[in-house]
C-alpha cells in the first residue's frame, strides 16, 4: 500500500536514532489529524515513511489492507515494526516514550499520569467543539456557517480555556518547566485557536504561540501549507 500512494513523501531520512531499529509508517495527510503525529515524528529525529492519506481516498481507508490497520478506516495510525496504533494522541504518548532521548517522555509515573489526564482532557473536552468552531468561523463558505453553533460551541470552551489559562499562570508548560508530550498533544488539538481570538486567555495564547513556533510544529504545519500566524 504504501508505495501505491501518489504524493507519498516516501522515506525521509531525518536522523540516525532509528538505524537498525523498527521501521516507523505514518498513514495520514497532514491535512488531518495525522498533523499530531508529523508533528510528534518531526520533534523526535527518526526516519519515518510518509503514506498521505486522508478522508478524499476513501477507497484506501475502506480496502482490507487499511481496514487490517486501522478497522475505524481513520488517520492516522502508525506501523512501528509489527506493532500497530491508531488514535493520534495515543500515537505521540508512545512515540514520546519509545523515543525518550527527544525528552519530550514525562520523567516520573506522576508526571506521565498528568500527560494522559491532559491529553484525556483535549480529546474528549476540546477536539470536536474546536473543530466545530473553525469550521463555522474560518473554513466553510460564508453561505455554510452556523454563526449560532459556532458562538454556543464557542462559548461552551470558555470554561475549559480558563482551566487551561489557570493551569498555564502556575508553570509556563503542562508538566512544568519544559515542554512535553502533554504540550504537544494538548496544542495540536487546538492548532485552529491559532487563527481564532485568544485574547480572553493571554496565558493560553501565549503558550501556543510557544508550542507552534518550535521547528518540529512549524515543519509540520508547512506540510498544510500553513505558517504559524505572529
Ligand atoms: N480520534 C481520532 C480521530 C481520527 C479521525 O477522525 N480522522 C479523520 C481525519 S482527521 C479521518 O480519518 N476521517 C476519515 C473519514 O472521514 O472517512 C484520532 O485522533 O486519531
Known amino acids: 500500500m504504501a508505495n501505491s500512494q501518489t504524493g507519498c513523501a516516501g522515506w525521509r531520512r531525518i536522523g540516525a536514532e532509528t538505524m537498525g531499529m523498527e521501521r516507523l509508517t505514518v498513514y495520514g495527510s497532514a491535512y488531518t489529524r495525522a498533523l499530531r503525529t508529523l508533528w510528534m515524528i518531526l520533534e523526535l529525529n527518526v526516519d519515518y515513511r510518509h503514506v498521505p492519506v486522508g478522508p478524499s481516498d476513501r477507497g484506501e481507508l475502506a480496502s482490507a489492507q487499511f481496514l487490517a490497520l486501522n478497522p475505524n478506516a481513520r488517520v492516522p495510525v502508525i506501523e512501528h515494526g509489527e506493532f ?135 515543519a509540520a504545519l508547512e506540510m498544510r501549507e500553513l505558517k504559524v500566524p505572529s
Open 84 to 218: 500497530v496504533l491508531w488514535e493520534s494522541l495515543a500515537i505521540n504518548l508512545y512515540l514520546a516514550r519509545k523515543y525518550p532521548s527527544a525528552g519530550l517522555a514525562p520523567a516520573t509515573l506522576e508526571q506521565e499520569a498528568l500527560a494522559w489526564q491532559w491529553t484525556l482532557w483535549a480529546n474528549s473536552v476540546l477536539d470536536e467543539p474546536v473543530i466545530t468552531v473553525a469550521r463555522h468561523r474560518l473554513l466553510l463558505s460564508k453561505a455554510e456557517r452556523d454563526e449560532q453553533l459556532a458562538d454556543s460551541t464557542w462559548n461552551a470552551l470558555k470554561k475549559p480555556f480558563a482551566v487551561l489559562e489557570g493551569a498555564l499562570c502556575r508553570q509556563p508548560f503542562l508538566l512544568g518547566s519544559a515542554f512535553t508530550v502533554a504540550d504537544l498533544n494538548v496544542a495540536s488539538v487546538m492548532y485552529r485557536c491559532l487563527y481564532l481570538d485568544m485574547d480572553e486567555w493571554p496565558r493560553v495564547g501565549l503558550w501556543l504561540q510557544q508550542c507552534f513556533s518550535r521547528p518540529a510544529a512549524r
